[in-house]
Antibody
Framework: QVQLVESGGGVVQPGRSLRLSCAAS????????MHWVRQAPGKGLEWVAV????????YYADSVKGRFAISRDNSENTLFLQMNSLRAEDTAVYYC?????????WGQGTLVTVSS | EIVMTQSPATLSVSPGERATLSCRAS??????LAWYQQKPGQAPRLLIY???TRATGIPARFSGSGSGTEFTLTISNLQSEDFAVYYC???????????FGQGTRLEIK
């Protein structure tokens, strides 16, 4: 069965960096576009970034453009999100999700807290 | 960016009755509209894609309709496990960018 397992979340100070990972299994990872979607505490869903199945194209929400970088390793079935210059408003649960358009599988999420 | 607006923010319905949730797009998204259910502490679950196609394993009491800018999610014969938050999402301009509605909380009356 399809599984997406995020890791790498935690507490980080403003301005610092964090790298999230998502281990995928149960499907042909290299055939699917993948997303990161986040949810601030008590708030709704916010799309963050998407990467093409082969990694050739990447797109970002305006709120993270220039600070976050999405990447993937198809040989390891793993999705990444490098988050730099973190701000308090980046505090959220970050979900790895399978695309490309509608999202049919979601990970359980990893919590990122940006606080001094 | 396409803005998705859901109404109402909160809907109170009794078990066994029908719930009707609305989603409006700021511009046409054709039929590139999905619905998700989210329960506390859980990831969202895909219910409907293509505006009206049920995802795998979704009960027939969930149905979606609409196209263009107006969409509806109808849940018939509400069960206790259906009380949750529901989000719509457009992917017409995918991948630039995907946008979600702000959610409708379906609560027990």
């Amino acid at each position: 069965q399809v599984q997406l397992v995020e890791s790498g979340g935690g507490v980080v100070q403003p301005g610092r960096s964090l790298r999230l990972s998502c281990a995928a299994s149960g499907f042909t990872f290299s055939s699917y576009g993948m997303h990161w979607v986040r949810q601030a505490p008590g708030k709704g869903l916010e799309w963050v970034a998407v990467i093409w199945f082969d990694g050739t194209k990447k797109y970002y929400a305006d709120s993270v453009k220039g600070r976050f970088a999405i990447s993937r390793d198809n040989s390891e079935n793993t999705l990444f999100l490098q988050m730099n210059s973190l701000r308090a408003e980046d505090t959220a649960v970050y979900y790895c999700a399978r695309g490309p358009g509608s999202i049919d599988y979601w990970g359980q999420g990893t919590l990122v807290t940006v606080s001094s | 960016e396409i803005v998705m607006t859901q109404s109402p923010a909160t809907l109170s319905v009794s078990p066994g009755e029908r719930a009707t949730l609305s989603c409006r797009a700021s511009q046409s998204v054709s039929s590139h509209l999905a619905w998700y259910q989210q329960k506390p502490g859980q990831a969202p679950r895909l219910l409907i894609y293509g505006a009206s196609t049920r995802a795998t394993g979704i009960p027939a009491r969930f149905s979606g309709s609409g196209s263009g800018t107006e969409f509806t999610l109808t849940i018939s014969n509400l069960q206790s496990e259906d009380f949750a938050v529901y989000y719509c999402q457009q992917y017409n301009k995918w991948p630039l960018p995907i946008t979600f509605g702000q959610g409708t909380r379906l609560e027990i009356k």
